[in-house]
């Protein structure tokens, strides 16, 4: 009974909400992202190569007979693997970035603009406090 207490309490944690949360819409975001390099990148590209489809380029190592089936590299279509990943990594970055700047925003207890983390004026209190403290236990020592 209390393994399932434990994971209980571990499913119910915000962690894994947030995880699984996280990962219905990463797997969103490169289905949207696949479809802009397929059908929005790949296009003009396509042009400025002489209307070659790249996703259709291939090495052929043992040609196709009426026995075997054809052996090949398929280099475009990890072409357009790579430019989908590029252009995920890149906006992960970019929002990663945005967030971080409102994240040490909020961090800083001087700052009024933005309404700190309780955590954050908590430990803001205490470095306050400790700074007090060792200003007055100074001016006992030096009596």
Do not use: H, W
């Amino acid at each position: 009974m209390r393994f399932f207490q434990e994971f209980k309490s571990f499913a119910i944690k915000g962690n894994m909400i947030d995880m699984a949360i996280g990962i219905v819409i990463g797997t969103a975001f490169n289905d949207v992202i696949s479809t802009i390099v397929k059908k929005i990148v790949m296009p003009p590209l396509s042009l400025l190569t002489d209307g070659v489809n790249l996703a259709n380029k291939k090495y052929v190592l043992r040609p196709a007979t009426d026995v075997s089936e054809e052996v090949a590299i398929g280099y475009g279509e990890l072409t357009e693997v790579l430019i989908d990943f590029f252009i995920i990594a890149f906006t992960i970055f970019i929002v990663i970035k945005f967030m971080n700047r409102f994240k040490k925003k909020a961090e800083d207890p001087q700052d009024k603009t933005v309404e700190t983390p309780k955590d954050i004026q908590i430990l803001a209190n205490i470095e306050k406090l400790m700074e007090e403290q060792n200003a007055l236990l100074k001016n006992n020592t030096s009596n």
